[in-house]
């Protein structure tokens, strides 16, 4: 049962246009998100996280979404950058099962084209 | 160290044979987690370490795979009589510990296994 899902396992983009990542969760215990970035033979690096208690946390060109109601989150960078290219995982906590106990999609691999 | 440090980076081993993968975390960090990646697959939460708490082993997926973490710093995760599903990158995670705080966790770059 994937409590976090990343239907998209790649994504495209121009450079300089936006990036929009998906994931959506069936878990409505979860009150905490993370957004983590993997480039090739390193572990996963936090990018940026949200509490439930809002709707939107924005750091630099990184702006995350979250809709409770539709128990989907976006993570939208502008303007993406051939950088960013990596594969990128959301993740999500709950006070039930420990907030420490991150549950980790699949991953979106995307690929920011010079 | 600077960051989160495993070793080895990768490990190639013959079915039945038993592995020790090992995690040095960052300094001053008390808590510690397990972490397996599969093909394909998301990262599957393994076991976690808070201190000198009985550690969560709850994502150990059978008997063969076990977790010792001592004097609070560096971990080792056993694998004995590997199967082939056993092969994946193994991350290892730390934080500054508390069961309320919104911690991030960082990673090292995973021992990669293959089992033959």
């Known amino acids: 049962d994937q409590q976090v899902k990343q239907n998209s396992p790649s994504l495209s983009v121009q450079e300089g246009r936006i990036s929009i990542l998906n994931c959506d969760y069936t878990?409505?215990?979860?009150?905490?998100f993370l957004w983590y970035k993997k480039y090739p033979a390193e572990g996963p690096t936090f990018l940026i996280s949200?509490?439930?208690?809002?709707d939107k946390n924005e750091d630099g060109r990184f702006t995350v979404f979250l809709n409770k109601s539709a128990k989907h989150l976006s993570l939208h960078i502008v303007p993406s950058q051939p950088g960013d290219s990596a594969v990128y995982f959301c993740?999500?906590?709950?006070?039930?099962?420990?907030?420490?106990?991150?549950?980790f999609g699949t991953g979106t691999r995307l690929k920011v084209l010079a | 160290g600077a960051g989160v440090s495993q070793s080895p980076s990768n490990k190639v081993t013959e079915k039945g044979k038993d592995v020790e993968l090992r995690c040095d975390p960052i300094?001053?960090?008390?808590?510690l987690y397990w972490y397996r990646q599969s093909l394909g697959q998301g990262l599957e939460f393994l076991i976690y370490?808070?201190?000198?708490?009985?550690?969560?082993k709850s994502g150990l997926p059978s008997d063969r795979f076990s977790a010792e973490r001592t004097g609070g710093s560096v971990s080792t995760l056993t694998i004995q009589r590997t199967q082939q599903e056993d092969s994946a990158v193994y991350l290892c995670a730390s934080s500054f510990g508390g069961v309320l705080a919104k911690n991030i966790q960082y990673f090292g770059a995973g021992t990669r296994l293959s089992v033959l």
């Open positions: 370490f808070q201190g000198n708490s009985a550690p969560d």
């Open positions: 878990n409505s215990m979860f009150d905490y």
């Open positions: 300094s001053g960090h008390t808590a």
């Open positions: 949200i509490s439930s208690i809002k």
């Open positions: 993740a999500a906590s709950s006070p039930t099962s420990g907030t420490y106990k991150y549950i």
